[in-house]
DNA sequence: CCATAAAGCTAATCCGATTAGCCGAGCGCC
DNA sequence: GGCGCTCGGCTAATCGGATTAGCTTTATGG
């Protein structure tokens, strides 16, 4: 029944394209609406202000990600799958800047929150890398916080130019990968008491 | 030669201290100068605007942060100060969250910006672990790398909130500790070929 | 004591987000 | 084949916070 011209997934999309562009933080909603041929004022008949496109854009940003390394590791198992999610996430970084800043800040509440939900996805693909080095579950949980946190801080880094990875930022980044592979592989022997209190 | 009341250096710790109050998003130059008993404009004296105010706070945290966890390494070495380092950076950021906020997103340009150099003193505190690890100096970089974003990712979304790290948070943080520890431990033996490509 | 520069203040400006309320166009239905 | 309804856009206005301009006060140091 509706008519016109735009729709709420074409102002988010374009907030997302704007924002890679020009760096999440100078995302306006004024921008916007001048990029998409529109007065600003009328962008509030699609989102909720400001801060409801950026939460849109974080979903969208999760979402798409999700999906680029769910493709990534289909079919692989162990070292491939790790180093095909690493290349996966880390081009998606690089060529969506804007987006995936968005979902550094954005705050997560819980279950039924797309957010949430998008990041869920993200977290099932790290959780299928554990599994295939057989990693119990009684620590997966742990090892998928910590991939995540590996992640995670190698891309908000890498979009704030957090320490000049220029150049070699690729070399450390497989680098990490490979740190980790390791300490996924070495492990699965058994919880032999390498020490681990406090 | 001066006269009066407040010092730049106030302004910037008030600043952070209502950061760390009532979150980095919603500090702003009227309400810091409520808290300092002055009316706003009167900061830009001291500070020149909202930007600079929040750059300052990120290098005070960057550099609470460094004699922090510098302190925390004295007379320590491997696992010991691996794991006296994460407690005391675990500390601050839990301390502290808005200040750490703030040096999340700051842009760091090079060698003689403030934050820049104040991060470079936490790197030191890294590196001198590492190399009590007996990290080769052509892997330094790369392991740094690493560490640093496992902490930073940690932090972030931990003060983030980024997936209900409520409760057992810390378990998991002693797991990915754990995890770095047995990494680092395994390789000094010598660079035998783990697969590294690519 | 007086000249001065720093530190505050008030008033004013700017800008971007947001709100209020009006307007034209397609569409379902009579 | 026209009528009213709803949607999407628009203009004008409001709001709020940052920032600027320019005045005032005060302590200090000569």
Redesign the interface.
């Known amino acids: 029944m509706p008519r016109g011209r735009l729709t709420a997934a074409d102002v988010v999309r374009a907030g997302a394209e704007l924002a890679d562009e020009i760096g999440y933080?100078d995302l306006a909603m004024g921008a916007l609406a001048q990029r998409l041929g529109v007065r600003a004022p009328s962008l509030y008949k699609h989102v909720d202000g400001l801060d409801d496109l950026r939460r849109r854009i974080a979903v969208l940003a999760m979402t798409e990600l999700g999906e680029v390394v769910r493709a990534a590791i289909q079919g692989r198992a162990g070292?491939d799958a790790l180093?095909s999610f690493a290349r996966a996430f880390g081009a998606y970084i690089t060529a969506h800047p804007g987006r995936y800043t968005a979902t550094?800040?954005?705050?997560?509440s819980?279950p039924g929150d797309e957010l949430y939900d998008a990041?869920a996805r993200v977290l099932e693909s790290m959780a299928a890398i554990l599994r295939g080095y057989g990693v119990e579950e009684d620590?997966m949980?742990?090892?998928l916080?910590?991939l995540?946190?590996?992640?995670?801080?190698?891309a908000?880094?890498h979009t704030?130019?957090?320490?000049?990875?220029s150049g070699?930022t690729d070399?450390?980044f497989?680098?990490?990968i490979?740190?980790?592979?390791?300490?996924l592989r070495?492990?699965p022997p058994g919880p032999e008491g390498?020490?681990?209190r406090?």
């Open positions: 933080q070292t180093a550094i800040g954005a705050e997560v819980g990041s620590e949980v742990h090892a916080r910590t995540r946190c590996l992640f995670h801080g190698y908000a880094l704030a130019n957090g320490f000049q990875w070699d070399e450390s497989d680098w990490m490979g740190f980790v592979d390791r300490g070495v492990r390498v020490q681990d406090r």
